[in-house]
């Protein structure tokens, strides 16, 4: 991983969906913290966790792809001054990882804790991006909920309630009405069957109980938890994405304005630098656009297929829809964690520079924003390179 001082910042300071700064949150829990921290090895627990993601071209068929990266940087209390990264999909992943953890001379000791942090690393490198919510509810789904520390989650209770409550109202309607076919009861049996159905779909552990649920939905039982945590994200990127409509249009609005999204002091510009800027400027807004009318669309056709179901006992789409959440999912995630890191970043300039910046300041929130959306650079802008290569 390759980036300048600035975009290390801009990525870990805009928010968590991206970036899981595992020495920072560590340094607030106490070495005689009955959980302690994330992992079981001191090298492991001064990394960040990144995850990126990789949109195809605009020619190409196929979803985006997303990589877990494990950077480690060279001084751990200055982490934007560069460092090394493993990438949780190259092959060789786990040697090389052991290596750098014990140096070369793993003690019988350290490979049981090297173990240890590969069973969390798992489930991180499982997650499509690391929003709290996410984390926290494929933590409960592996039950290893109880060995994180609160701190990582970052989502207070009031928060995890707020985000739960509509979720499970959208799931309990669907389950009521597959279960009653949309008879209104008062039949005790039913009701607990209903919550049954729900807690299990919630959990996303087993099936044991709601196998004619299962069946009815026509889904793999093998793949049915994971279906069902699908599911479960989906909803919350649709509660997430309505969240961040208001600052979403402002941060469009001022990425589509010429005027704004270009260095306020343009006469010092070479031409060759301004053709850059400005080509890298609509490959941006054309992955910004994309993203927004995909997720749009993944929502819409989620939304439809449930009403179908619901309101005009039509499952057919939803079934379909449920088949296909695992994309679903990778797509929102993608989609939602750009725009939820952007805004921060744009935000964060905006507040300290105004929505008007000189190049330096300009180019630092710009090649962040690139960086964000995986907008191929057409060369580098090496003059208003501020930072080193991390």
Request: hydrophobic share 40%.
């Amino acid at each position: 991983m390759s980036m300048a001082r600035s975009q290390l910042r801009n990525i870990i300071e805009s928010g968590r969906s991206i970036a899981l700064d595992c020495y920072a949150i560590g340094k607030s829990i106490g070495d005689d913290d009955p959980v302690g921290k994330l992992f079981k090895t001191d090298v492991m627990n001064k990394t960040v966790v990144f995850k990126r993601f990789e949109g195809t071209d605009s020619t190409a068929d196929g979803p985006a792809k997303i990589d877990t990266t494990i950077y480690f940087p060279y001084d751990f209390e200055q982490v934007y001054d560069g460092g090394e990264s493993l990438c949780f999909s190259d092959k060789g992943f786990q040697k090389s990882l052991a290596f750098k953890i014990s140096n070369g001379a793993a003690t019988k000791d350290m490979m049981t804790r090297i173990a240890l942090d590969l069973r969390t690393l798992n489930v991180l490198a499982s997650l499509h991006s690391l929003d709290p919510f996410i984390f926290k509810s494929k933590a409960e789904q592996a039950g290893i909920s109880d060995l994180i520390h609160e701190t990582y989650f970052a989502i207070s209770a009031e928060e995890w309630d707020a985000i739960r409550k509509p979720i499970r109202e959208k799931i309990s309607r669907l389950v009521t009405k597959a279960v009653s076919g949309g008879q209104s009861t008062n039949n005790k049996a039913q009701e607990t069957q209903v919550e049954q159905f729900l807690m299990k779909i919630w959990q996303a552990t087993d099936i044991d109980g709601i196998e004619p649920f299962i069946k009815a939905m026509q889904i793999d039982a093998e793949r049915a938890p994971e279906v069902f945590f699908a599911w479960k994200a989906v909803c919350y990127y649709q509660v997430r994405f309505a969240a961040l409509s208001d600052g979403l249009k402002a941060f469009f609005q001022w990425v589509g304005d010429n005027t704004l999204c270009y260095p306020s002091d343009f006469p010092n510009m070479t031409p060759e630098d301004e053709r850059r800027v400005k080509g890298l400027r609509d490959k941006l807004r054309e992955k910004m656009r994309t993203g927004y009318v995909e997720a749009n669309g993944v929502l819409k056709e989620y939304e439809e297929s449930y009403n179908k179901f619901v309101h005009e006992d039509r499952p057919q789409a939803f079934m379909k829809f449920l088949q296909n959440s695992d994309a679903s999912y990778l797509s929102l995630a993608s989609s939602v964690s750009n725009a939820a890191h952007g805004i921060n970043l744009w935000n964060w300039y905006v507040e300290h520079y105004g929505e008007s910046m000189p190049k330096v300041q300009f180019m630092e929130l710009f090649n962040g924003l690139t960086h964000l959306y995986d907008v191929k650079h057409i060369g580098e802008v090496k003059s208003w390179d501020t930072g080193t290569a991390a």
